[in-house]
Structures are given as structure tokens and as C-alpha cells.
């Protein structure tokens, strides 16, 4: 069973970088579609990017593409965000997610995702 632990959140400046990591504290990752969500106060829940189980597939939404990246290390159960070009309408709390269903893990309203991370809160100053 996965156990995902998030880090790096935190505040920062428009225009700065920010690196999510999460890691699955259970060792049973490389099997896992990953993914990187994302809810502001007063919003639905937004998928930000996902990466299939070995990479051949990504996501990106639109807000994001040119700006974030997805990426993993198998070897260390860990997935990453690579945040840059930071805007105000970035803030949220973000969430790591894991399905072996990469479908599932990218249809909306994600109802059958099955692994959640507890969040970390990203915050971006005008």
C-alpha cells in the first residue's frame, strides 16, 4: 500500500521556483501513475500534472505547461514538481497522488484515485 509524504512548500516571491517532492514512504512506487494537484480557497480541485508509472506519458494542464514540471526517480520512490515562473494564481494547497491506473488518475472529478498525499501549502506574493 503506497504512503505518500509531501515537502517544499512554502511562500514565495511572483516570478521565483519552488520543488515539490514526494515520497512513498512504503517503497511500492514504481508501479504507480503519479500525480500533482492542486486546490486555492473557494476552487474545485485541479489536476497541475501526471506522469505514467515509467514516464512514456505526461500531463500537464494549461495553466502550467512551459512553467511546471513533472518528473520521478524510481530508485528513490520519490516524485517532484519543479515550479517556476511563479504567479499569485499558483497558491494553493498541493497534493501528491498515486493510482496503477493512470486513466483514473487523470479523469475528472478523480473520484477513483486511490492514494493521496496530506498536502503542502504553496503560497506565491503579488
Known amino acids: 500500500q503506497v504512503q505518500l509524504v509531501e515537502s517544499g512548500g512554502g511562500l514565495v516571491q511572483a516570478g521565483g521556483s519552488l520543488r515539490l517532492s514526494c515520497v512513498d514512504s512504503?517503497?511500492?512506487?514504481?508501479?504507480?501513475?503519479m500525480g500533482w494537484f492542486r486546490r486555492a480557497p473557494g476552487k474545485e480541485r485541479e489536476l497541475v500534472a501526471a506522469m505514467y508509472w515509467n514516464g512514456a506519458a505526461t500531463y500537464y494542464a494549461d495553466s502550467v505547461k512551459g512553467r511546471f514540471t513533472i518528473s520521478r526517480d524510481n530508485a528513490k520512490d520519490t516524485v517532484y514538481l519543479q515550479m517556476n515562473s511563479l504567479k499569485p494564481e499558483d497558491t494553493a494547497v498541493y497534493y501528491c497522488?498515486?493510482?496503477?491506473?493512470?486513466?483514473?488518475?487523470?479523469?475528472?472529478?478523480?473520484?477513483?484515485?486511490?492514494?493521496w498525499g496530506q498536502g503542502t501549502q504553496v503560497t506565491v506574493s503579488s
Open positions: 497522488a498515486a493510482d496503477l491506473l493512470y486513466n483514473d488518475l487523470v479523469s475528472s472529478p478523480f473520484q477513483r484515485v486511490r492514494y
Open positions: 512504503r517503497r511500492t512506487f514504481s508501479r504507480y501513475a
